[in-house]
């Protein structure tokens, strides 16, 4: 296997393993759960910047959006044009939101503007979890045997 084929199915791995997780965290909370903190008004300070959850269709709504982004950089849908399409698009729009941040997210979808527990927890975790998954993805995106792979 040559180091950049393995780059690309690592690259595929990271951002599907990534954004599984992040899928599966949002369908927890759309079920009415609050791990990781200790209850409700707190998820909702660290993961929105505001005392309430959103509705949790809208938990759900994120929760399939990153598991099929997550299939998607992991390769699920082959090397056709379509696919590498949405690997690209899913890793730019990742990077995006990581280079922005929570705060102009929030704004574009016309929230309230976020708590400080918010905006610190974005700067640290989020933010920087954004441009990786994001950067992974577009390595990903690659088809391996390709010119842009070698």
Known sequence: MESSSGITAASRVMAAVGLGAVGVLHAVWAGGGHWPAAGERELAQAVTGS??????????????????????????????????????????????????????????????????????????????????????ALAGARRPGSRAAR
């Open 51 to 136: 005392v309430e959850m959103p509705p949790a269709a809208a938990s759900g709504i994120v929760a399939v959006a990153a598991t099929g982004a997550g299939l998607v950089a992991g390769g699920a849908l082959g090397e056709r044009p379509a696919a590498v399409w949405m690997r690209r698009a899913a890793g730019a729009a990742l990077v995006v939101r990581g280079l922005t941040g929570g705060v102009v997210a929030g704004r574009m979808l016309r929230l309230p503007p976020p708590g400080t527990h918010f905006r610190m927890l974005d700067t640290r975790y989020y933010r920087p979890l954004c441009v990786i998954l994001g950067v992974a």
